[in-house]
Nanobody, 120 residues
Framework: QVQLVESGGGLVQPGGSLRLSCAAS????????MGWYRQTPGKQRELVAQITSLGSTNYADSVKGRFTISRDNAKNAVYLQMNSLKPEDTAVYYCSADVETFSKRSFTYWGQGTAVTVSS
């Protein structure tokens, strides 16, 4: 089994910053893509940012220039630095990891979500 644990959400004023962290643990042989998604009530979960094991990144247009995704392969961790936050960034943020287990099976795992609220 693989577990993803997120941290770092909270309440922040518009224009502020937050840093989300996510660490994966368990039966992990390797992790390919790690990412952050977000979801608001009544809407589908949407991609925020992704990063491959080699460091290639992909961002949603709405966060380009404001958010930065990074990862620490040694720690099986992924981070999301969020700057210049806007009220429309308010959502529950989920991390994901495409994991190959020691039994050579591949799955996408999800964290439990961490809430980010941008409000004055």
């Amino acid at each position: 089994q693989v577990q993803l644990v997120e941290s770092g959400g909270g309440l922040v004023q518009p224009g502020g910053s937050l840093r989300l962290s996510c660490a994966a643990s368990g039966s992990i042989f390797s992790i390919n893509v790690m990412g952050w998604y977000r979801q608001t009530p009544g809407k589908q979960r949407e991609l925020v940012a992704q990063i491959t094991s080699l460091g290639s990144t992909n961002y949603a247009d709405s966060v380009k220039g404001r958010f930065t995704i990074s990862r620490d392969n040694a720690k099986n961790a992924v981070y999301l630095q969020m700057n210049s936050l806007k009220p429309e960034d308010t959502a529950v943020y989920y991390c994901s990891a495409d994991v190959e287990t020691f039994s050579k099976r591949s799955f996408t795992y999800w964290g439990q979500g961490t809430a980010v609220t941008v409000s004055s």
